[in-house]
């Protein structure tokens, strides 16, 4: 239920010396390297309550929204692009990333639209193709999406409103590794023929190389939501 605060994830926005444990993800849409515990969100970055007590009792009265669902388990886990909503405050926020590939918080107008990247896809009964996305949800669509491409999706029906194509021209966010958070134009995709992984070549202030699944496409020219950048 618990881990200590000193092993946390570094990606975690919390004091690491002020209490020796906190409050550990439950399984869930996003792994636990990859997420914060909705708790964290509401007590440490968005201040809505003094301790936990006080912010299940928020959640028990199904006064937040994850993604426009009711979510009421204090230890639900929030990751990359989630949409965390306060209805009674008219308040929404999108969960991003920092430099230093901390969480932060960035409030949004577009609210019912998210960012989803395509993990995988499989064919399932039927003959009807299914994508796989990062948040753990599946979806299905045509046989047109790929792997490493992103879907902009319509909440809370979940219905595909734009396909980005994972292409050099393209505009992506970096998130992870010493580059996490840093957007850029997709100059070239290299496949690697062995088991090391896929690297994509980046260009924004600066040309570098990252891993492939460290690259998440969030537009074309722009991005197509809300990231309080390339407005």
Request: charged share 30%; glycine share 8%; aromatic share 4%.
């Amino acid at each position: 239920m618990h881990q200590k605060r000193l092993s946390a994830p570094t990606s975690w926005p919390i004091t690491r010396k002020t209490h020796e444990w906190v409050t550990k993800p439950s399984s869930g849409p996003h792994s636990k390297e990859k997420c914060v515990p909705l708790l964290i969100i509401l007590r440490d970055m968005l201040k809505l309550g003094d301790n936990a007590r006080e912010i299940r009792r928020i959640l028990s009265e199904g006064q937040i929204l994850v993604d426009g669902v009711i979510r009421k388990d204090h230890r639900f886990p929030i990751g990359i692009f989630d949409i965390v909503s306060i209805p009674a405050r008219k308040r929404h926020y999108r969960v991003l990333l920092d430099p230093k590939g901390r969480f932060i918080l960035h409030p949004t107008k577009d609210s019912d639209l998210k960012l989803c990247k395509i993990g995988n896809k499989t064919t399932i009964k039927g003959g009807a193709v299914q994508l796989n996305l990062n948040d753990g949800s599946n979806i299905i669509a045509s046989d047109e999406y790929k792997p490493g491409d992103s879907v902009v999706l319509k909440l809370p029906q979940r219905e595909i409103a734009k396909h980005l194509e994972r292409k050099p021209g393209n505009l992506a966010m970096v998130i992870g590794g010493k580059h996490s958070g840093e957007i850029g134009s997709i100059k070239e995709v290299k496949e690697i023929r062995s088991s090391q992984p896929n690297m994509v070549t980046i260009e924004g202030e600066t040309e570098f190389e990252v891993i492939e699944d460290y690259v998440f496409v969030i537009g074309t020219k722009k991005p197509e939501i809300d990231l309080g950048v390339g407005k």
